[in-house]
């Protein structure tokens, strides 16, 4: 693909987004680290945000103008499509219109948490796709309080029907009361697990998505997420393959 004459120059597209001042960026150019579309970039190159896949050290970088990234705390009973056939309240509803957004991954519409909202195609593709590891970290109310032997089960794989689940980091924080941390997205994994050990949930928090996590925000409110903690979820991402990919 031949190069485009116009656009901005790479360094100045990267050092808009935050990333680094731009000799620093011109520097990582120098040293190999950047890539347009997958192929290693020279420096000066001239880029279009629009179109063109910005890599630091394989992690996306969005240059993309007009994107978007938002921190819900997803309520109870808010479904995370971007819309219900059944009229229930779903997330996009807490967010702004426009530009319009979509959840990355899902949350039950009983459990509450921490969602991703974005525009971003390239980084949801990413952040979904299922090599992504990274790790998503929950509150979990349980029935009961499980032994040692129930904790032991959960944190070195617990058998459901569609397979044994990976290893899972797992502390008792207080009675009945759980903070479960688990790479993998099935479809209502945590809630699954914990009832195969005998210790079925009545709530569950999703409390942190890989570097992402946010005390102050009550349930219903979001916050654009900053440059630095995009830059630290796509690095995540990229993390996260490399490491689950043996």
């Not at 901005?8 to 680290?33: M, N, Y």
């Not at 279009?48 to 309520?75: C, F």
């Not at 980091?169 to 994994?189: A, K, P, S």
Request: aromatic letters at 2%; charged letters at 30%.
């Amino acid at each position: 693909m031949t190069e485009s004459s116009g656009g901005d120059r790479l360094q100045k597209v990267l050092a808009r987004t935050g990333l680094a001042s731009r000799r620093a960026c011109e520097e990582l150019i120098a040293e190999g680290r950047v890539t347009v579309n997958a192929e290693v970039a020279e420096l000066g190159r001239r880029v279009d945000p629009r179109v063109d896949v910005i890599e630091v050290d394989g992690a996306l970088v969005p240059v993309a103008p007009g994107l978007v990234h938002y921190l819900l705390n997803k309520p109870m009973g808010v479904l995370s499509t971007a819309a219900d056939t059944h009229g229930r309240p779903t997330v996009v509803e807490l967010v702004p219109p426009d530009p319009r957004v979509f959840p990355v991954g899902r949350l039950d519409s009983d459990t509450e948490g921490l969602l991703v909202l974005t525009n971003d195609g390239e980084l949801a593709h990413r952040l979904t796709h299922p090599s992504f590891g990274v790790d998503k970290e929950y509150l979990a109310h349980v029935r009961g309080d499980p032994n040692p032997v129930a904790l032991r089960r959960l944190r070195e794989g617990v058998e459901l029907d569609d397979g044994a689940t990976a290893p899972a980091r797992v502390t008792r924080v207080d009675e009945g009361v759980l903070r479960i941390t688990i790479h993998e997205g099935r479809n209502r994994q945590v809630r699954r697990m914990c009832e195969a050990v005998g210790h079925p949930v009545l709530r569950l928090v999703r409390t942190r998505i890989g570097p992402l996590a946010d005390r102050r925000l009550k349930p219903g409110e979001w916050r654009p997420l900053e440059a630095g903690e995009v830059r630290a979820l796509a690095a995540a991402a990229t993390e996260g393959r490399r490491q689950h990919h043996h």
